[in-house]
T-cell receptor, first 114, second 114 residues
Framework: GESVGLHLPTLSVQEGDNSIINCAYS??????FIWYKQESGKGPQFIID?????DKRQGQRVTVLLNKTVKHLSLQIAATQPGDSAVYFC?????????????FGKGTLLTVNP | DAGVIQSPRHEVTEMGQEVTLRCKPI?????LFWYRQTMMRGLELLIY????????DSGMPEDRFSAKMPNASFSTLKIQPSEPRDSAVYFC????????????FGPGTRLTVT
């Protein structure tokens, strides 16, 4: 979930398990959402996106779920691997393709134990 | 294709000095974003440009910060004079109008002001 104060939420899983990372977004008018992955020492990298007219979208080993009623977004990673260890950010924006600014959550640190 | 290019990757400077960070967006992208990332505040948008024009600079902390985009392939973020509280990782990102809204991030510049 979203962090409060200085602490970054953390999730620790065993290799091969499924991971679920949650995000509560702030703006009910947001209609486009993105999950980013940031590895240590690197910039955020796009994982998957979803528009507000969908409630689920699947990619390779990842699934994003959107619940607009409670303004909640989740990222599910199947068969988590050590290479998935990173900080994961959700981001929201008002419209895709209009270059509206992204508002990022505080991030969740995922640690995958071998 | 080269991604977003930032320089320098690391910068250490003394308080009061001028700092200039540089960014080359992905060729063909016409929106450019400057972000600052700290543990305290997470990822914050400082300013973004569309077609080389600043659209929203409401995130720029104060007059010590300035950003320019003289052409489609180059942008600078300048801090003068720098202060220790400016220490952070600064990311540049670019995107394409009409696209999905996905922003491509550079590797960042880690700035340390002593």
């Amino acid at each position: 979930g979203e962090s409060v104060g200085l602490h970054l939420p953390t999730l620790s899983v065993q290799e091969g398990d499924n991971s679920i990372i949650n995000c509560a977004y702030s703006n009910s008018a947001s209609d486009y959402f993105i999950w980013y992955k940031q590895e240590s020492g690197k910039g955020p990298q796009f994982i998957i996106d979803i528009r507000s007219n969908m409630d689920k979208r699947q990619g390779q080993r990842v699934t994003v779920l959107l619940n607009k009623t409670v303004k909640h977004l989740s990222l599910q990673i199947a068969a988590t691997q050590p290479g998935d260890s990173a900080v994961y950010f959700c981001a929201e924006t008002l419209s895709p393709g209009s270059n509206y600014k992204l508002t990022f959550g505080k991030g969740t640190l995922l640690t995958v134990n071998p | 294709d080269a991604g977003v290019i930032q320089s320098p990757r690391h910068e250490v400077t003394e308080m009061g000095q001028e700092v200039t960070l540089r960014c080359k967006p992905i060729s063909g992208h016409n929106s450019l974003f400057w972000y600052r990332q700290t543990m305290m505040r997470g990822l914050e948008l400082l300013i973004y440009f569309n077609n080389n024009v600043p659209i929203d600079d409401s995130g720029m902390p104060e007059d010590r910060f300035s950003a320019k985009m003289p052409n489609a392939s180059f942008s600078t973020l300048k801090i003068q004079p720098s202060e220790p509280r400016d220490s952070a990782v600064y990311f540049c990102a670019s995107s394409l109008t009409g696209g999905r809204g996905e922003q491509y991030f550079g590797p960042g510049t880690r700035l340390t002001v002593t």
